[in-house]
């Protein structure tokens, strides 16, 4: 039935397309407006009236009768004008005309009476009320007037002057029943004009909001736009300062390199011992250069700190282990300053806590060396770690030094300030409670500080615990490297700085049975390596002609070089390039500058010597 049904629907669909655009082409009309509406009221209504008007005239002439003349004229002037409502868009014109044409006609065909009296319900084909599409006022006229016509024709056949088609009685009730019909078409045009009068309202609100939405996403995409710039102007900066930061890392480090190498070399050679007043000399550039090497790094840290270059990487971890470790590492400054260290943290207390353990050790490393670095002689450093709630975990470290005044603790977290400090023998930058400050604030935890003049002073850390039944996180053990029995070796170090080669030249001159390669590029370092097979490589990043990325790449390629370790001797610090040549594979990672004894330990691992070889003061080694 389905299929039946389509031919029906296509020939009705097809119709009705044909009659609209009958109706309604030429007229540029808003296909929802009233005024198209009258305009298709128009053309229903005259070609009706024609219609009729035809019907009518030819069935008169058919029975002889005049009338049908008349009516035939009419049906031609109503296609002339129905022709004429197609060419133009004065709609107002056309209204007037249909109106001029139409009521005549009713008027001719209710006293004539049409086909055997019929006329008078063609009245009823289209309701003379739909004028009111025109407007109450016209609806009205409209209705006044045809209802006029129907009282004169009851008047004129009651009083017997007019014998009419119709009686009185049939008069009266299609007069009565037009009046119903024009009231009903009325209220209804009114209750419709009100609901386009809505419609219209909420449509012009839905407009109205429709533009405010559009300006807004167009404001929205412009600031937007505008973020994406910034963000894009700030990655940019942020990456300038990174690498700025490595830049004067390595430039920084690299001078340092040869002043603090050499330095050493002069004090630990005991084939040439330097007199009391060298050594004297010696030590205090050492000291100095250290100073500086400590200074360069906290300013180089705090930098990145504040340039958003530093990432922390917090873990689930005890503090048990981490405070003994950091006390084991200040033990000998302690020692030497004749300060005891007690450890008071709380017995079968849960003190794991989420933090960086690096970053966590750094900060309570530099609280415990001001805490013996600023004590009296045999003083007491205590430090306490107990949970603070079930939320968090305190770790203090307290000193009996002499204290600080509520003025200098207002500027205690300001960098460099050493609060008078700088006047006294205490080496110090003023920058390390600076950055312990801002590194505690990036953990999620905080630290205060306490202090009574001529008493001591306590510094407290705050940090975020870990849930009941976490895992505590554990460390790390170190690679195992299996020993080579004592012996020599071969070491090929690629470096461009010839003080730099000459220095590492001078240490392993206290290894006569290691043979050393030297390379200036990276290229030239390659060809060594290939050829050569050395038993461990030292690198340096920042190389002439390739980077030390790409000359560890090639090495890790090669079949012949594949297996040979690894240790980067860099003057860049950056904890990041750190991490990520240390995933690249590199066997150890080196700053400068260098620290002898430990290059010398670095070595005699990777060599396969023993701890005693290593550990020989006439060779060099670790006093």
Partial sequence: MADGERPDRGARGFVLRAWNSFTTSGLELDPT???????????????TTVFACLVFGAFNLAKGRMSGVVELAVGFIGVL??????????????????????????????????????????????????????GGRVGWWWTGATVAIFLADMGLNAAGILS?????????????????????????????????????????????????????????????????SAKGEADQANAAKSEFLSRMS????????????????????????????????????????????????????????????ISLNPQKMDLKPLVSECLGLVKPLAQERKVTLRDDTAEGADLRVTADPRRLKQVLLNLLSNAIKYNRAEG???????????????????????????????HLFEPFQRLAAEHTSIEGTGIGLTISKKIMEMMGGSITVKSTPGLGSCFTLQLPCVGDGAPAGTQTAPAHVEEKADGGGTVLYIEDDPANLTLVR??????????????????????????????????????????????????????????????????????????????????????????????????????????????????????
Wanted: hydrophobic share 45%; aromatic share 6%; proline share 6%.
């Fill in 81 to 134: 004008m129905i022709l004429l409502i197609r060419k133009t868009i004065a709609v107002n014109v056309a209204q007037v005309m249909t109106l001029l044409y139409a009521l005549p006609l009713m008027v001719f065909l209710l006293f004539d009476g049409g086909i055997e009296g019929t006329g008078l319900y063609w009245w009823f084909c289209i309701p003379p009320g739909a004028f009111f599409l025109m």
């Fill in 250 to 309: 390595h430039e920084l480090r690299t001078p340092m390199n040869s002043i603090l190498g050499f330095s050493q070399l002069l004090q630990m050679d005991p084939r040439e011992p330097l007199t009391m007043s060298q050594k004297e000399s010696v030590e205090h550039i050492i000291s100095s250069g250290h100073h500086l090497l400590s200074l360069i790094n906290e300013v180089l840290d705090l930098s990145r700190i504040e340039a958003g270059c």
């Fill in 380 to 410: 007491l450093v205590r430090v306490q770690a107990s949970a603070d709630g079930p939320t968090a975990v305190r770790l203090s470290v307290t000193d009996s030094g002499m204290g600080m005044p509520e003025d200098q603790l207002a």
């Fill in 164 to 228: 009419g088609p119709y009686s009185v009685v049939q008069l009266r009730q299609f007069t009565a029943s037009y009046l119903a019909l024009c009231l009903i078409m009325y209220f209804y045009e009114m209750v419709r004009k009100d609901h386009e009068e809505i419609i219209e309202s909420r449509t012009a609100e839905l407009q109205a909001a429709n533009e405010n939405l559009k300006r807004e996403v167009a404001a929205r995409l412009l600031a937007q736009g505008a973020l994406e």
């Fill in 506 to 623: 001078h240490i392993l001159s206290r290894r006569p049975e290691v043979k050393l390669l030297l390379a200036s590029t990276g290229m030239e370092g390659l060809a060594l390596a290939r050829a050569r097979e050395p038993d461990l490589i030292l690198l340096d990043i920042h190389l002439p002609d390739l980077d030390g990325r790409e000359v560890l790449k090639y090495i890790r390629a090669g079949p012949g070089t594949r297996g040979i370790p690894v240790v980067i001797v860099s003057a860049s610090a950056m904890p990041r390039e750190v991490e990520k040549l240390q995933e690249d594979g590199v066997e150890g990672y080196l700053t400068k500058p260098l620290d002898i004894p430990r290059f010398l330990e670095t070595i005699d691992e990777h060599l396969g010597r023993t701890h005693g070889a290593s550990a020989d003061p006439a060779k060099g080694g670790r006093p």
């Fill in 33 to 47: 407006s009233p005024l198209l509406r009258r305009v298709m009221f128009l053309n229903y209504y005259l070609l």
